[in-house]
């Protein structure tokens, strides 16, 4: 289920809205001028975090790791970004927003269940 494009799409759209969000708390939550610094870095350094530890062989990437990690190392990674992006809409203070994303996650967790059992055996 999880390499359905529907699945993939959804996948790509919660990675860019993680993302985001931390640049977002950067932004709301420091005042200037570190708010003009954290809006790039928070985001640059999630996306580094995301691209780099990687399970050798993914399905769903292009079976590249530039570093290869455990599944269960990669599992928790995925879940720390994508918690991690609602709970930074939660205190840069849009709580709708944060709820709104934390309920996406929770429906593509329950759907892509098989590509956590992967990642659990890898």
Known sequence: MSLNPAMLAIRFLLELVAICSFGVYGWRAFDSPWKFLLVAVLPLATATLWGTF??????????????????ALRLALELAIFGGGAAALWAAGLPKWALASLAVIVVYLALAYDRFAWLLKA
């Open 54 to 71: 990687a399970v050798p062989d993914d399905p769903s990437r292009d079976g590249n790791a530039t570093v290869a990690v455990p599944g």
